[in-house]
């Protein structure tokens, strides 16, 4: 037996033997290299990530209700002991996810198609879930067994060595999204803490069934909550049977749904992209509320980012980087850019961009597969200073350069009333005053032909369903 084996396995069984705990759901013993500490430490590094990358959605009344009911859960949890906090993102997309620790997110896309307090509440609780029974927590503990793997591997196998951060890095994907089994319990655990603070359970199938309705309707990519959230079998049956039980042992006989409180708290909530935090039209980016614009290259794929935007060329060998510096002028920033990126100038200069004062900067950052030429622009404007990145590889670098400079030279303030004052779609709520389908309804509030389907997956009912009068409805009205 070889010394580096023989080392190896010592590690191995050691961190088998003495890094298991006890699950707070089940009871079982399982492998847990985090402790609860290090489940809240990583949930509060993580947090500033997740609000930079989605943002948060500015609504105080909002917040506030999806943080009571979320601590209510959370207090009758598994893991009462945890500081839960609750977020709603400013994202347009239709996901919940957690992070170990007690942290919660639901995005604005989710909250426009769910229907009522108990499915809101069954949504929630499932997430909650996922940190009583310490799924992502698993997950870690796995992928790094995995990654001790992979060095053992690396120990042995000079051939192998040279795949090995690939590995891992695949490693780091394989447990990213929770499996059937994790969800399984999410959901039954997402039942069991709604009915203790008195909801219907069994509404939580509703948000289940639009998923469902949207996957086959749009027969394309998975919406966002499957995609990481896989759906197990029997979905609807096995929570509509646990809510049941769990009602029955709770003597819950008239338990809550709150359709009305819920649409109430939803209305007016932005439905969609939000153009007031950018948007791209004939070829130029427009930015509203930051009160700027610049060009976009043709065929180049635009992506924005709460705290960047991305342009990528579409032979994918290029991309322009835009965001709001941190310094209080064009020098400082090209200073700080130059230090953090380890980056060789060969050319900085002071420039003027459409009547404002700028930095322009060329240099070397070195890359993992060489080094990557960069054009930046460090441009000022009142008490802002706005950074451009233009990133190839050296020997592509002279093919997109004149692409960079159009859009950098192309930045100016943006003066358009049309532009400025643009709108964001909105949900609102409609009562209807008459019995009638949900189509002669939607027909009814101005809804067009062609978003019929839309506006029905929205409300979580068929076009042939028959609604009585004094039914409340969610309808999207188009902003200016």
Same mark, same amino acid.
């Given at each position: @037996?070889?010394?580096?084996?023989?080392?190896?396995?010592?590690?191995?069984?050691?961190?088998?033997?003495?890094?298991?705990?006890?699950?707070?759901?089940?009871?079982?013993?399982?492998?847990?290299?985090?402790?609860?500490?290090?489940? $809240?430490?990583m949930g509060r590094s993580t947090d500033p990530q997740v609000v930079q990358t989605y943002g948060i959605y500015e609504n105080r009344e909002l917040a506030a209700y999806i943080r009571d009911l979320g601590r209510r @859960?959370?207090?009758?949890?598994?893991? *009462?002991?945890?500081?839960?906090?609750?977020?709603?993102?400013?994202?347009?997309?239709?996901?919940?996810?957690?992070?170990?620790?007690?942290? #919660?997110?639901?995005?604005?896309?989710?909250?426009?198609?769910?229907?009522?307090?108990?499915?809101?509440?069954? /949504?929630?609780?499932?997430?909650?879930?996922?940190?009583?029974?310490?799924?992502?927590?698993?997950?870690?503990?796995?992928?790094?067994?995995?990654?001790?793997?992979?060095?053992?591997?690396?120990? /042995?196998?000079?051939?192998?060595?040279?795949?090995?951060?690939?590995?891992?890095?695949?490693?780091?994907?394989?447990?990213?999204?929770?499996? &059937?089994?994790?969800?399984r319990e999410a959901d039954s655990l997402g039942v069991e803490y709604s009915s203790k603070i008195g909801y219907d359970a069994r509404e939580m199938t509703n948000f289940f069934n639009t998923l469902n309705n949207m996957q086959e309707n749009k027969?394309?990519?998975?919406?966002?909550?499957?995609?990481?959230?896989?759906?197990?079998?029997?979905?609807?049956?096995?929570?509509?049977?646990?809510?049941?039980?769990?009602?029955?042992?709770?003597?819950?006989?008239?338990?809550?749904?709150?359709?009305?409180?819920?649409?109430? !708290?939803?209305?007016?909530?932005? +439905?969609?992209?939000?153009?007031?935090?950018?948007? #791209?039209?004939?070829?130029?980016?427009?930015?509203?509320?930051?009160? +700027?614009?610049?060009?976009?290259?043709?065929?180049?794929?635009?992506?924005?980012?709460?705290?960047?935007?991305?342009?990528?060329?579409?032979?994918?060998?290029?991309?322009?980087? +835009?965001?709001?510096?941190?310094?209080?002028?064009?020098?400082?920033?090209? &200073?700080?850019?130059?230090?953090?990126?380890?980056?060789?100038?060969?050319?900085?200069?002071?420039?003027?961009?459409?009547?404002?004062?700028? /930095? @322009?900067?060329?240099?070397?950052?070195?890359?993992?597969?060489?080094?990557?030429? /960069?054009?930046?622009?460090?441009?000022?404007?009142?008490?802002? $200073?706005?950074?451009?990145?233009?990133?190839?590889?050296?020997?592509?670098?002279?093919?997109?350069?004149?692409?960079?400079?159009?859009? @950098?030279?192309? +930045?100016?303030?943006?003066?358009?009333?049309?532009?400025?004052?643009?709108?964001?779609?909105?949900?609102?709520?409609?009562?209807?005053?008459?019995?009638?389908?949900? &189509?002669?309804?939607?027909?009814?509030?101005?809804?067009?032909?062609?978003?019929?389907?839309?506006?029905?997956?929205?409300?979580?009912?068929?076009?042939?369903?028959?609604? *009585?009068?004094?039914?409340?409805? !969610?309808?999207?009205?188009?902003?200016?």
């Amino acid at each position: @037996m070889k010394p580096a084996f023989t080392c190896f396995c010592i590690v191995a069984v050691a961190l088998i033997l003495f890094s298991c705990a006890t699950n707070p759901v089940t009871g079982r013993m399982e492998l847990m290299l985090l402790s609860e500490q290090d489940e $809240i430490a990583m949930g509060r590094s993580t947090d500033p990530q997740v609000v930079q990358t989605y943002g948060i959605y500015e609504n105080r009344e909002l917040a506030a209700y999806i943080r009571d009911l979320g601590r209510r @859960m959370g207090g009758i949890s598994h893991r *009462p002991q945890l500081s839960y906090e609750f977020k709603v993102m400013d994202s347009p997309v239709i996901n919940a996810f957690a992070v170990p620790g007690g942290y #919660v997110y639901l995005t604005r896309g989710i909250l426009a198609y769910l229907n009522s307090e108990a499915e809101l509440a069954g /949504v929630m609780g499932h997430e909650i879930g996922h940190i009583t029974a310490r799924h992502s927590a698993q997950q870690y503990s796995k992928a790094q067994v995995a990654q001790l793997g992979l060095g053992f591997g690396s120990l /042995v196998s000079p051939t192998f060595a040279r795949f090995a951060d690939l590995a891992a890095q695949g490693v780091g994907v394989l447990f990213l999204k929770f499996s &059937r089994d994790n969800e399984r319990e999410a959901d039954s655990l997402g039942v069991e803490y709604s009915s203790k603070i008195g909801y219907d359970a069994r509404e939580m199938t509703n948000f289940f069934n639009t998923l469902n309705n949207m996957q086959e309707n749009k027969q394309a990519s998975l919406p966002d909550f499957l995609s990481t959230h896989p759906n197990p079998e029997n979905r609807i049956g096995a929570i509509t049977a646990s809510a049941r039980q769990w009602q029955s042992q709770l003597n819950l006989t008239n338990p809550k749904i709150n359709r009305s409180a819920y649409l109430a !708290k939803i209305d007016g909530l932005v +439905f969609g992209d939000d153009p007031r935090q950018g948007f #791209v039209e004939n070829g130029r980016f427009y930015h509203p509320q930051l009160q +700027f614009m610049f060009p976009v290259p043709a065929g180049w794929k635009l992506q924005n980012l709460p705290a960047q935007v991305q342009i990528i060329s579409g032979d994918e060998q290029a991309v322009i980087l +835009f965001n709001l510096g941190s310094e209080t002028t064009p020098g400082a920033e090209a &200073r700080k850019f130059l230090k953090e990126s380890g980056a060789t100038t060969y050319t900085q200069k002071e420039a003027s961009v459409n009547g404002l004062k700028a /930095v @322009m900067l060329l240099s070397n950052v070195p890359g993992q597969s060489g080094a990557l030429s /960069v054009l930046s622009y460090f441009i000022s404007r009142d008490a802002s $200073i706005f950074v451009f990145h233009g990133l190839a590889a050296q020997g592509n670098f002279d093919a997109h350069r004149n692409e960079f400079r159009k859009t @950098m030279d192309g +930045f100016q303030t943006l003066r358009d009333p049309d532009k400025l004052a643009v709108q964001p779609d909105r949900i609102r709520i409609r009562t209807i005053g008459r019995r009638m389908t949900l &189509r002669q309804a939607l027909l009814e509030l101005g809804t067009p032909e062609t978003e019929l389907k839309k506006l029905a997956l929205i409300n979580g009912r068929a076009l042939t369903e028959e609604l *009585p009068a004094g039914s409340q409805l !969610k309808v999207v009205v188009k902003g200016r």
